[in-house]
């Protein structure tokens, strides 16, 4: 996306566009080319809700719990996901565009309101058929699960999302190729996936007869929840009445507690996002019979032998309402550290989603792979892992490398001798981390 594409969305339309209240006449194009790329453009917008939410949060005594370790770990998902999309258009998108062109049976005119009201229940009901598939899916929950890994319930749990996942939704869209123009399509997808962002907190508690009609932060926190009642429910993406109608809806009652039934108690990324697919392939090996390890695959998560398809809710761990997320202790001065290189880190992913058409795929894969290396390091000093000071130490020398040849840009032009300095002393600090480990590991052994 070119940079001077962020001023085609006012400050009107950024804050209507989370809430799916865009009209037709203003996001209606003829083309894909044309239409925005809304999700990044969505930035800041998230940025000032999290932070109002985390104020608000403040303000009340029962407001939400929101961790250092638990927020940057969502985030790192969500930039961990977005990724892909540096280096190929959407597979969703360009599955539609494909269907479109070679077996589409009406051609709907793009510019009407019609049509765009009908990718809006379309897409709308292509997400609830996808989303209740990848909870009754074993092979599918594996990339979901991402999203229900965290056991904190706020804004950054919205960008809590899988890599994988996005490569399995777009089968449930193509219907609507067979009619609805791909630009159409690609507007909507987006504001399908932008409405769900706010719908993740506790500090909105009813909205009265809105819901009826809508999926709301009172619907959604049930469908984040483990307790048994709350358990394959409420998959609606902006109209819940999908969920009314197809016999999937429960309201809130009993107090919801977040995550999964059996949680995965680290903040590493590369686990949050990966852990479940070894366990799949062991579950699958270690089942007896072709018809056993199929229904590994293609039953749902809880299902074991002589047990019904979707798994037995008796068999969900009990829940008492006093369970306590999963936060192991560390300093206040290391939560800190992980923040500062977490909000520069932001920086460069940001400049990168903003500039990537501007800059050479040589440019773009080396920053890529520098936001990855970046994650997988403050993942390993949040979960603190014993090599996590050598990893962060060569990343220290990596950015020093990159702010020399000009590759990354402080935000601010005053702020690049400052950072500088702090990524040096940062180095200096964990090769001293280094040396000391490695002096304590040669005496253990003497």
Known sequence: MAQGEVNNVTVSQGVRMLFSLMTPNESSFATVQEVPTYVNQATP??????????????????????KINDFITSLSAGMMSRLPQLMVRSLELSAYIYVWNNFRLLELPWDSAWTWWLAFLGVDMGYYWFHRFVHELNFLWAAHQVHHSSEYYNLSTALRQSVTQQFSSWLFYLPLALMVPPSVFAVHIQFNLL???WIHTELVKDLGPLEWILNTPSHHRVHHGRNPYCIDKNYAGILIIWDRMFGTFTPESEKVVYGLTHPINTFEVWSVEFLYYPYLWQRFWEAEGVSNKLSIIFKGPGWTPGKPRLGDIADIPQITGEEKPYDPAWSSSMQVYVFIQFLLLLDVYNNLLMGQTMLSEMTVLLMTAYVLLSLTCLGFLIDQRAN???????????IMVLHRFGYIKPLVPLLAFPTEAFVLMSAIYWSLQCVNQLTNRMKKQN
């Not at 000032?48 to 407001?63: F, M, N, R």
């Not at 990893?391 to 020398?397: I, K, N, T």
């Open 195 to 197: 409405y769900q962002f």
């Open 388 to 398: 996590a000071a050598e990893l962060e130490m060569m990343r220290c020398v990596l």
């Open 45 to 66: 917008y998230f940025i000032g809700l999290i932070i109002l939410e985390i104020v608000l949060g403040w303000l009340k005594t029962d407001g939400p719990r929101i």
